[in-house]
């Protein structure tokens, strides 16, 4: 560009009054003006410095004619072209190598590490000189420009023409780079970083042990500082001081990295990169110290090492570089661990803001992280909850910072219907995780809420499934779970949890009571919290209080009066099999249920446990009197010791659950004794008499073989028939059957039990309807039956003393058989809930129908099982 | 199987000579003998009790009249108590007199 073309913008009468004289001056200046810049951005330094003065009177000369804006112009100018064309390549052209480093990536990750290092450095310091350089010459023109200012006296304050240059000058160089970066600048920024504060955090480490243990032996000292050394490139052997020196030369030389970096404006991408690398080690450090441990608590060590590592490297930075980010946080923002100042500032009084700031964020990282990866492993993480207590605590507080709990009940129901709602599961386990996870969520959320949202779909489902009532009646009266192989200790727990419970039932009973005083009325009103902001507004709050396991439970069948039945018909199982009167965990049990359930609910259980406490007592006294008795007497000897085998339990039918009553003839002996026994009691109790069940009950045999005597516990009807044998060895079914009183086909499911014993051997006889039974004579007989063993079916319910509950609810139901028949006839189909309401509607007195709708399902599956009714889309047919 | 854990399933294949029974725990259950299901004036079972008690047996005895009519010992008690001067058996309308 030439003068003429540039005056040519200028005011043009101006150009009018120029002299001959002027015009020359203006011309041999710029001439001269734009030599010396050349030289200048070309970087020929040698002769320049002699010709500041020359330069620096061509500018106010030039200045003179108010050319002012054209020189500074032509300046900045020149140096950015210097910038674009030869500095910003140079400076790009070192990361060259790295051009496609997002695919070298890992294999020979480590080897660049000290590459990139050393480079970065490099490049920086050189370009940090060239600008230094150019800067330099600025300067030199804003002095020249600052002598002549008087003659043009437009501008305000010296420093603010300079302020002005360099900004302007700053805005040049980065906006240079800029438009050239490199895609895989940021990568490498971001490299650097993550390897130094790898570095870093290993040092740090060895400190933050070395700290721990005071006594740490040298070799281990020595080791760390080695490996330190192998980073560092530093000749220490690993003291305390040195590793300071260390650190504090590491921190040293980023401080230099990012000042440099920021003095090419590269400020937000440089704390983008560091930032990223701290988050990423963060990560990292937080996958490495959670894992899949959840035994111990992680949180604190996890905070103690963002304090250790990330923040003590960011203290050091910010420091290096005079904290001159200039962050725009409102100081309301505190972290609650920003109000107790921490000791691990050794140097610093109080934290700065950016500090503050990076903490927080840090933190809230750490939550984050450890949260999700808690959640994404909570079912089981729940599966051994016990144990895994601190792994829950620290979820907890993450999730108090974070408030995601959303995202936990999302992750937990998808894990629970794939892991645990599958027909593989069984009914035990599935209420063991259901369990665990009440107690668990509720450490984590009070007040139930989110629990209330994970518990439904286990509800849903364990409602579905038959065995539900008995497995919970199972776990809450003994504590191996009904099932072997299930985990034991948790139906202890359950009972534990009755226990537990105690206490704070008093209180949820006030909760309900209607009739609660005023004072408790206002106390309730001053514990009022709203609900938290994920609470489904559909669901009352009155469900917030349900947050006790059994209140949960029970909430899975829907009504306590089911779960009293199923638990009144194993309680009576079980103590119609005890052989002694020992009752006193069944009265623990039935004591906390009844503090649960309310004493009328449970009034029959405590009948129950009574009999059996009255059949203790009368026992003793019954026998007693008949000892006394035949030893007054003359009866014979026999008899007196015959009669300590007999023990009784005495029961006070109504309030029992019906009894399976099964004809079996006793063996005389033994049955002359009962109704010896039952003269007494009714002489003792008169007018009462005793009804014996003879079905019932438990006898121990000592069966002798030829050279050793075995031990057994049977039911009667075991023990009748192998004391049939004892006068003859062997028996046709019809003749035995008859002798012990019962149909052949009982007999026969009942003799397979010594088959199996290899006591009693079966082989068909004449009749091929008659077996032939006897007993095993030799040892090769044995053999040859044993294999019949496979045969034995072990059929439980038939050996029940008890009816059990279908069986209760199929008899009570079958009144209603008809009216549902006649219903259909009229109807043609039904669905189930209209049948319930219809027969709710008219049967009303004398069998009144008091049902609910699941026994009613039940019975009516029954009836379509008997292809009697047919189901078909939800309706009810009559099958034809 | 609960009841035979003791040998469970063992195959013993030996020559059983005799059987004694250690033990005969047996199941009975206790009746009043009313010759009739409930009292008359609860209609109550005269196996469980009356309305007032909790258990039934020795803490709810049943009392006969001298008509052979049988109550619960509470239930008439409260009856004579509410009938002056002279109860009647609410049954029969007979004088009330405990049966000897």
Known sequence: MTADALSSVCNLGVLDSLSEASVSEILESWNSFCLITEAIVKGDDSGLSSSYSKFQSYVSSLCKYGLRSLVEEHFLISLQDMLEKHVAPKFWKNFDAYSNVTDLEENDKDMQEDEVELLLCKALEEISLEKQYQEKYLLMLVKSLQLCKDSTSMEGHPSDVEKFFFSKYQLIVSSVLMTTLPRQFPEVLHRYFKGRLEELSTIMAGNYEDNELQDGNDMELYGKGKHATRFGNMDIDGSYDQKKILENKLVRNIGMVVHNLRSLGFTSMTEDAYASAIFLLLKAKVYDLAGDDYRSSVLESIKEWIQAVPLQFLHALLDYLGDSISYLSPSSMKSPLASSPSSCYPGASKPSEGIIRWQLRLEYFAYETLQDL?????????????????????????????????????????????????????????????????????????????????????????????????????????????????????????????????????????????????????????????????????????????????????????????????????????????????????????????????????????????????????????????????????????????????????????????????????????????????????????????????????????????????????????????????????????????AIGMPEDTLQRRI????????????????????????????????????????????????????????????????????????????????????????KMFCVSDPTYDKSLQQLQFFLSGLVAEEKLELRDNMYFLKK | MERVEFQKLEFISEVFTSGFICLWHAVASWTWDAHDETCGICRMAFDGCCPDCKLPGDDCPLIWGACNHAFHLHCILKWVNSQTPQAHCPMCRREWQFKE
Not at chain 1, 467 to 477: G, N, P, R
């Open chain 1, 374 to 738: 808690r959640i994404a492993k909570l079912f089981e993480i729940i599966v051994d909850y016990p144990d895994s207590a601190p792994a829950i605590e620290d979820l907890k507080q993450c999730l108090e910072y974070t408030g995601q709990h959303s995202k936990l009940v999302d992750s937990f129901i998808s894990a629970l219907q794939y892991r645990l709602l599958t027909a593989g599961a069984s009914t035990n386990d599935i209420l063991h995780q259901y369990v665990s996870t009440i107690k668990a969520l509720r450490t984590i959320d009070p007040a139930g809420v989110f629990l209330e949202a994970v518990g439904e779909p286990i509800r849903e489902y364990l409602r579905g499934r038959k065995d539900t009532i008995k497995c919970i009646v199972t776990m809450l009266t003994d504590g191996s779970g009904g099932n072997n192989n299930g985990p034991g200790n948790s139906g202890d727990s359950l009972l534990e949890e009755l226990n537990r419970d105690e206490e704070n039932q008093e209180n949820a009973g006030l909760d309900d009571d209607i009739n609660t005083d005023d004072k408790q009325a206002w106390i309730d009103v001053q514990r009022w919290e709203p609900d938290p902001v994920e609470a489904d507004p559909l669901k009352g709050s009155r469900y917030r209080r349900k947050v006790d396991v059994l209140g949960m439970i029970v909430g899975i069948i829907g009504s306590k009066d089911q779960l009293v039945n199923e638990y009144r018909v194993m309680l009576a199982e079980k103590l119609l099999n005890k052989t002694d009167y020992d009752i006193d965990t069944e009265i623990r049990t039935l004591e906390l249920l009844k503090i649960h359930f309310g004493e009328n609910s449970m009034q029959k259980c405590e009948i129950m446990l009574n009999d059996l406490i009255d059949s203790k007592r009368t026992n003793t006294n019954v026998k007693a009197t008949i000892n006394q008795l035949s030893q007054t007497g003359s009866e014979s000897r026999e008899r007196e010791v015959s009669f300590d085998i007999i023990d009784t339990t005495i029961i006070s039918s109504n309030f029992w659950p019906p009894i399976q009553d099964e004809v079996v003839n006793i063996p005389e002996p033994v049955d002359q004794l009962l109704s010896d026994y039952a003269k007494r009691y009714h002489e003792i109790k008169t007018p009462r008499k005793l009804l014996w069940k003879k079905n019932l009950g438990t006898v121990k045999l000592e069966l002798e073989f030829e050279d050793r005597t075995l031990q057994f516990t049977v039911t009667p009807v075991h023990a009748s028939i192998i004391m049939q044998f004892q006068d003859q060895t062997s028996w046709t079914s019809k003749n035995l059957a008859a």
């Open chain 1, 752 to 839: 397979s039990f010594w088959i199996s014993k290899g006591i009693i051997a079966e082989s068909s006889g004449e009749d091929s309807n008659d077996h032939l039974y006897k007993l095993v004579d030799s040892m090769a007989d044995g053999g040859k039956t044993g294999i019949n063993n496979e045969e034995l079916v072990a059929d439980d319910d038939a050996e029940r003393s008890v009816a059990s509950v279908e069986d209760q609810l199929r008899k009570e139901m079958t009144v209603y058989e008809k009216f549902i028949v006649g219903m259909l006839k009229n109807f043609g189909s039904m669905a189930l809930d209209r049948i319930h309401n219809t027969l």
